[in-house]
């Protein structure tokens, strides 16, 4: 089985690149570094880059192209998670035997010494993955690379941003059984978490699956039957369908991240006082002080690994179903009962506010 499978890029379809291109560069710092299409060609790209991370916007400008249907359907939104692998073909044969549906076939492009092969393959919703295999410089085709700028980053370093610890992906109810066991038998990932998270009357249930590589982590949510409709409800609907509901992304210092990207202009979800006052029941602060999380509102849990601190951005997305979050690993493996259900209540708050900012 092919299981070197490694988190390559991410491509998000968006209704206005010029404008999406604007906000990854502002407020996340990620700096552009190639292009790819042009109105003649039916749509519009640009590859952003920060610490590990490849993001790539895609604009439709013709109804034909995928984006056209894609933001349609759905609003700007995650469309395609690439994975890199070390051989294209392999990895295409048994995905597809493995029950997804062939997008494209591998196809191989450039020379000798700079070469790429990619092929495409159905995932969850309307979500593909591109499998690529880099040799060379790696440039996917079509794109081309931007000269240096020279302009210094406000930040110095950009928003100290690194890599996507995993997506957060909203499944139908149903779905969560079918995902785990397709991403295991198709892709080698392994079942490494579950959770059944309770607030109120609603709930939902989670499972987290991960490449044999580390690289590639998709928790999976789907609402619990049992229960009120919720959130993971909502998005469902507001989305269209199953999705990515948010990214999040590492960081080795989030006190000094959330200050960074807060000077920049985004905005994080606020978390209830008293959940600062029953940390000292829970654990003992190995990073960071108390005064800090609570300035920040960020949350903290440990595991047997170590600790991990988090912290969701508010959604700025028209749908309000695509937000994102900073993660910083102390040693901690999973993601920690209490921060899930913390994090939970805190989406519910901000998403009782919406709801009631609009009836007013």
């Not at 209704?15 to 407020?27: E, I």
């Not at 993955?129 to 079509?142: A, I």
């Not at 928003?159 to 066991?181: E, K, P, R, S």
């Not at 960081?251 to 000292?280: H, K, Q």
Request: some cysteine; charged content about 20%.
């Amino acid at each position: 089985m092919i299981d070197d499978f490694k988190l390559d890029h991410v491509v998000m379809y968006v209704q206005d690149l010029d404008r999406q291109t604007t906000l990854w560069h502002d407020h996340y710092g990620f700096r552009e570094a190639a292009v790819a299409g042009s109105p003649a060609e039916g749509f519009r790209s640009v590859l952003m880059v920060q610490g590990d991370m490849r993001l790539v916007l895609t604009e439709a400008t013709d109804e034909g192209h995928p984006a056209a249907a894609y933001v349609l359907a759905h609003g700007d939104g995650v469309a395609d998670i690439a994975f890199g692998t070390s051989d294209v073909r392999a990895a295409y044969e048994q995905v597809v035997a493995s029950g997804a549906r062939a997008v494209a076939e591998p196809q191989e492009y450039g020379d000798r010494d700079d070469v790429a092969v990619t092929a495409v393959v159905s995932g969850f919703g309307d979500v593909v993955h591109t499998l690529v295999e880099r040799r060379g410089t790696g440039l996917l085709p079509g794109f081309r690379a931007l000269p240096a700028t020279g302009e210094d980053d406000p930040a110095g370093d950009g928003a100290q941003l690194y890599t996507m610890d995993h997506f957060a992906i909203c499944l139908g109810t149903g779905q969560l059984d079918w995902a785990v066991n397709f991403y295991g038998a198709a892709f080698g990932f392994d079942d490494i978490f579950a959770e059944h998270i309770v607030v109120g009357s609603q709930a939902m249930i989670s499972q987290v699956v991960q490449s044999r590589t580390g690289q590639i982590t998709f928790t999976m949510i789907q609402p619990d039957p049992s229960a009120d409709p919720g959130q993971i409800d909502e998005f469902l609907k507001n989305h269209g369908g199953a999705g990515v509901q948010h990214i999040a992304f590492t960081t080795e210092d989030i006190t000094r991240a959330v200050r960074t990207l807060s000077d920049r202009g985004v905005r994080f979800l606020s978390t209830p006082a008293a959940y600062y006052g029953r940390i000292g029941e829970r654990l003992e602060l190995r990073k960071h002080a108390l005064d800090d999380l609570r300035e920040l509102n960020i949350l903290v849990d440990e595991d047997h690994g170590g600790q991990l601190f988090q912290l969701f951005t508010q959604s700025r997305h028209d749908r309000g179903t695509l937000f994102f979050e900073l993660i910083e690993r102390c040693g901690a493996e999973t993601f920690g009962s209490s921060n899930i259900k913390a994090l939970y209540e805190a989406v519910e708050a901000e998403r009782l506010a919406a709801h009631s900012a609009a009836q007013n």
